[in-house]
């Protein structure tokens, strides 16, 4: 199995413009997690999904974040506009429940620069 | 709301001593407990984790961790330590839904290993 699979792994962009994150779950998930990790503020939970539909958005800085997942096997989270402090590391996860352990999967991990 | 706490931020080893990182948690109700392990540049990799049963969980790569309830502690332990176990550790407490999905991670412990 590939894992988790996150694109780009980094993006450099300039303040103001539209930033788009993209994941690849592992075939078979159901669930599936974005999460952003800074110096300041650590690891934090932003949105999760359960069979596309987004579950638990709580964690959504503001709306200029935003998250979709139009099938099983994609998902994307954007920024518009983009400021300098959403400069961070965002991770996508996913895991599956049936038989499931509790265990989430983490991709790489995209590396964000807002400049 | 769950909490964790890491209280070390760094720790630092020689190579083939014992290991002991410290988590407490805060939750309500039976908790979820895992710990990830993240190396430079990675993604978070599982470790261990805790749902239920034997207080005394084994885990990947040598390390076990103890639950106990009336320390509302999770410590991970590793008792000889190698050079390539030099990463950051994270304790997470689950809660909500099915074994955990929404995971509160510490601050995180660096830990250093000298040779």
């Known amino acids: 199995d590939a894992g988790v699979i996150q694109s780009p792994r980094h993006e450099v962009t300039e303040m103001g413009q539209e930033v788009t994150l993209r994941c690849k779950p592992i075939s078979g998930h159901d669930y599936l997690f974005w999460y952003r990790q800074t110096m300041m503020r650590g690891l934090e939970l932003l949105i999760y999904?359960?069979?596309?539909?987004?579950?638990?958005d709580s964690g959504m800085p503001e709306d200029r974040f935003s998250a979709k997942m139009p099938n099983a096997s994609f998902s994307t989270l954007k920024i518009q506009p983009s400021e300098p402090r959403d400069s961070a590391v965002y991770f996508c996860?996913?895991?599956?429940?049936?038989?499931?352990?509790?265990?989430?999967?983490f991709g790489p991990g995209t590396r964000l620069t807002v400049l | 709301a769950q909490s964790v706490t890491q209280p070390d931020i760094h720790i630092t080893v020689s190579e083939g001593a014992s290991l002991e990182l410290r988590c407490n948690y805060s939750?309500?109700?039976?908790?979820?407990l895992f710990w990830y392990v993240q190396s430079p540049g990675q993604g978070l990799q599982l470790l261990l984790k805790y749902f239920s049963g034997d207080t005394l969980v084994q885990g990947i790569k040598g390390f076990e961790a103890e639950f106990k309830r009336s320390q509302s502690s999770f410590n991970l332990r590793k008792p000889s330590v190698h050079w390539s176990d030099a990463a950051e550790y994270f304790c997470?407490?689950?809660?909500?839904?099915?074994?955990?999905?929404?995971?509160?991670f510490g601050g995180g412990t660096r830990v250093l290993v000298k040779p």
């Open positions: 996860a996913s895991r599956r429940t049936s038989g499931s352990s509790g265990e989430q999967f």
């Open positions: 939750y309500g109700a039976t908790p979820y």
């Open positions: 999904f359960n069979n596309n539909v987004p579950i638990d």
């Open positions: 997470a407490v689950g809660a909500g839904g099915a074994a955990g999905n929404k995971l509160t």
